[in-house]
């Protein structure tokens, strides 16, 4: 007797909580009606929260209790209040819903240890899709806002999913980009796609310069630090729309010196293995009028001091040190043999 009457107040209870509780996009929803048989279906409510009825068409019922539901039918379908009964009905197995900025929105099966990251390479977002304000909503309510990150660092970012969980990607709301700062030739914003790596996005800054310290790359996302990465090794991380790629600059920048006739002379950054093509390269390129093949090399510092001509066809692989002096001349105007005295190109003073 005992066990019979806390059966019947287990189910007043979910009656009474089936109709307190307000419909949501991915409830299932039986419809049973005495007069109009082509009304006894049983429906999913889509992303929008609407149902399709038979010979009808659509119905918005997200919001509505199961009464107010009823009501909004039966008086859509001029039938009686007694006419027609609404029931919710538990998915069958384990599902969730996504929706929104996804490319197959629906329902989708629940497997064991299921991960946001699992439902995402599933659903397909497309790449207007805000992956840093994505909501989960799970079946009891409780809504969460995760900023996406399948790193395994950060495991709040790619959370386990429950039954019954609803996940809702916004359409992104700024700019498609990214930002890329530091040691790079362009920096400034540069066109987000979906999967831009960092290598990529760097790349589109026109890589990195020669005083860039590529093995400290940190990837920031809305203003914090979320990654730190040597860009030979890791440079295949993909980004979120928004990030900030920071290339880190080495600790000390020092410079060979180009001048004469080259599309950008002056001081050029030096790094270790820096070849004499290198230096004319990043200088520019040599002009119309300029002669590569009787440069006036100078090294001014260290025991191997020299001055000499060399061609770029022959000597273009020459290694560089700090402080080099270059000069590239006219065609035509080719300097005569440095003497011992010469005191050669006058080299620029980097700046503080």
């Not at 287990?10 to 009304?39: F, H, M, N, Y």
């Not at 919710?88 to 900025?101: E, M, N, Q, R």
């Not at 005191?343 to 980097?350: D, E, L, M, S």
Request: glycine share 10%; proline share 7%; aromatic share 4%.
């Amino acid at each position: 007797m005992r066990l019979c009457f806390a059966f019947f107040l287990s189910l007043l209870a979910c009656l009474v909580s089936s109709q307190a509780r307000v419909l949501k996009p991915g409830d299932q929803l039986q419809i049973v009606s005495v007069e109009d048989a082509s009304l006894c279906v049983t429906r999913l409510l889509g992303a929008a929260g609407d149902i399709q009825l038979p010979g009808f068409g659509s119905v918005h019922l997200a919001g509505l209790s199961l009464e107010e539901a009823n009501r909004l039918i039966t008086k859509q379908r001029h039938l009686a209040p007694g006419d027609l009964t609404l029931n919710l009905v538990p998915l069958k197995g384990k599902a969730v819903l996504i929706y929104g900025a996804v490319r197959n929105v629906g329902e989708l099966s629940l497997t064991p240890n299921m991960r946001l990251a699992d439902a995402l390479r599933i659903a397909g977002p497309t790449v207007a899709a805000d992956l840093d304000l994505i909501e989960i909503e799970s079946d009891a309510g409780q809504l969460a806002t995760v900023s996406f990150d399948a790193s395994p660092l950060r495991p709040e970012a790619n959370p386990y999913l429950q039954p019954g969980d609803r996940i809702v990607l916004p359409l992104a709301s700024g700019p498609l980009e990214v930002a890329v700062v530091g040691g790079v030739k362009k920096t400034g914003p540069v066109a987000y796609q979906r999967g831009i790596t960092v290598q990529q996005a760097i790349d589109a800054a026109g890589g990195p310069t020669n005083h860039a310290n590529t093995k400290d790359v940190r990837i920031l996302r809305g203003g914090v630090e979320v990654r730190r990465l040597d860009l030979a090794q890791s440079g295949a991380t993909e980004l979120h729309r928004a990030d900030t790629v920071v290339v880190a600059l080495a600790d000390s920048r020092r410079f060979v010196t180009v001048v004469g006739e080259v599309k950008n002379g002056g001081l050029i950054a030096w790094k270790e293995g820096m070849t004499l093509k290198d230096a004319i390269h990043d200088a520019g390129g040599g002009t119309d009028k300029a002669d590569l093949e009787n440069l006036r090399v100078q090294r001014m510092l260290g025991e191997d001091r020299f001055r000499k001509l060399m061609g770029l066809t022959k000597s273009g692989e020459m290694k560089l040190i700090a402080n080099d002096v270059i000069q590239v001349p006219l065609k035509g105007a080719t300097p005569p043999p440095p003497k011992p005295n010469e005191t050669g190109p006058k080299r620029v003073v980097p700046p503080l």
